[in-house]
């Protein structure tokens, strides 16, 4: 077995002491919004009748609510959500907004190639739509259209660039820009990159916390009525009321029809509850670069950056110029359970601070100033999956396998015509129509996930070169090569 760029060009191990001593263990995003963006919700108490009951109070929950009182301005719409809006995955994640809706080019292609274009055009469409979403609705949730960067860090990567370059040039996508090494350290100092690809257009930056806080704000102003601190414990649809009764700790809500937007969390729906696994991602921020930091890395361009190797790298800079840094570690534990404690890491926060310095070691010498976690909602298809049940009464999308900062939106918008009947593009769509492969119960679930992932890390340690196991996921349509 070889060994990768991180292994090779370890920084000392007093940089990374320096590094993270005093870390805060928060998430920058939320410590950062202002307490006018998050206004203490009332619990549901009592009996309300709507029109649309939302519950989840993340990005898929709050675009589908919008998006449910722009299509119609009269309907009572409630959200309801267990703790704070935005809290999980929605205000915690790298804000990364792609235009992908299939989780990238390749994965789409293995799945839907009939499609790709269709769903390459929507994805890019409904990216446009955020973007603009700042302006129609009067918010501010930091969007920068940077793109995105990939550079590789070993030498079998470079030909893989080659290839996606090809593939776009053959596609007529000429916002894809293939950079040699040279182009790519000029572009940001990495003394790792080897070469780059460049997708111009199809990536933004925006703060997490802050796009839940402003969608949530946008709702409310348009009449949705939003409860934190609420849980739902139950679902009934009452076959005699054509009604859905959703029931919370101290409440209830009575509406024509529902949305599930729990995604990471154990689903409401009986059959959806093997149809995701709880995969932990961890993410350190550092201190804001002054201006001789920032000129020593370049990055002038400010695009998101994800590097090529199946335990990649994800790094982008806020508007105050920290970097964030994350990735790497994908940590599963048994039984799919979401626990609190699962999010304290050390071994994995040190990591990924020896990974920052060998990509960045002009910066010894900077701190991290919070270190954080969170839940991912991952399915078997590597991107949201979509359905309806109890008498096409609830809508729901999960498996956003941390794609759902701008697939979210896209989510919102077909559930809402899966509710509505609508026989569109949306709807007809393969991706929408079929439901993924579920996860198998324990403990095959934790034997195969633990194995594909020592499996993926293999691969990045013998030149990309897939094992076995790997190459039968990849021919039973499970495999993914990020």
């Not at 009269?74 to 994640?93: I, K, Q, T, Y």
């Not at 990567?157 to 000029?186: I, K, N, T, Y």
């Not at 940001?188 to 925006?206: D, K, N, Q």
């Not at 969170?374 to 999956?385: E, L, N, R, V």
Request: some cysteine; glycine content about 10%; aromatic content about 10%.
């Amino acid at each position: 077995m070889g060994t990768t760029v991180f292994e090779r060009r370890r920084p000392p191990a007093s940089v990374v002491d320096h590094a993270l001593a005093g870390t805060q263990e928060s998430v920058f995003w939320i410590v950062d919004l202002p307490a006018a963006a998050r206004p203490d919700r009332p619990k549901l108490t009592g009996r309300i009748v709507a029109d649309l009951v939302v519950i989840g109070g993340g990005y898929t929950g709050l675009w589908t609510a919008l998006l449910a009182k722009e299509r119609n301005p009269d309907a009572h719409v409630v959200l309801v959500e267990a703790r704070r809006v935005g809290w999980a995955a929605s205000g915690r994640n790298g804000g990364f907004c792609e235009a992908s809706l299939t989780h990238g080019f390749e994965n789409g292609m293995s799945r839907w190639p009939d499609e790709m274009p269709v769903l390459e055009r929507l994805g890019m469409e409904n990216l446009d739509a955020i973007e603009a979403a700042e302006s129609r609705y009067g918010v501010d949730f930091q969007f920068e259209r940077t793109g995105q960067l990939g550079p590789a860090v070993e030498p079998h990567q470079v030909e893989w660039l080659r290839e996606m370059a090809s593939e776009a040039a053959a596609h007529g996508d000429d916002d894809v820009v293939f950079l040699d090494e040279a182009a790519v350290q000029a572009s940001v100092a990495s003394p790792t990159y080897l070469a780059g690809l460049w997708e111009r257009r199809s990536c933004g930056m925006l703060h997490p916390a802050r796009l839940a806080a402003e969608l949530a704000r946008a709702a409310e102003e348009r009449g949705v009525e939003i409860f934190e601190r609420s849980p739902v414990r139950r679902i009934d649809t009452p076959g005699s009321t054509g009604a859905v009764e959703v029931f919370t700790d101290g409440g209830r809500v009575d509406a024509a029809r529902a949305v599930l937007a729990t995604n990471v969390f154990p689903s409401l729906i009986k059959r959806n509850r093997l149809m995701t696994v709880p995969v932990y991602d961890y993410v350190l921020m550092t201190e804001p670069l002054d201006d001789a930091q920032l000129d020593a890395i370049g990055w002038r361009d400010r695009q998101g950056i994800g590097d090529l190797a199946n335990q990649f790298h994800y790094y982008r800079l806020s508007k105050d110029n920290r970097i964030l840094f994350g990735g790497y570690d994908a940590i599963y534990h048994y039984g799919r359970r979401v626990r609190e404690r699962y999010e304290r890491r050390p071994e994995t926060w040190r990591t990924l601070a020896s990974h920052f310095f060998t990509t960045f070691p002009q910066l010894a010498g900077l701190r991290f100033s919070h270190q954080w976690a969170g839940a991912i909602d991952t399915s078997t298809q590597f991107t949201a999956f979509f359905g309806t049940a109890r008498d096409h009464r609830v809508a729901y999308a999960a498996g956003f396998t941390g794609l759902g900062v701008g697939s979210t939106r896209f989510a919102g918008e077909v559930m809402l015509d899966l509710l509505e009947r609508r026989d569109n593009e949306r709807t007809q769509l393969e991706m929408v129509r079929k439901r993924p492969l579920p996860f198998p119960p324990e403990p095959a679930a934790s034997i195969g996930i633990n194995a594909t992932r020592w499996s993926l890390d293999r691969a990045d340690h013998n030149g990309g070169r897939r094992n076995l196991l790997l190459k039968t996921l990849d021919a039973l349509g499970l495999g993914f090569d990020s």
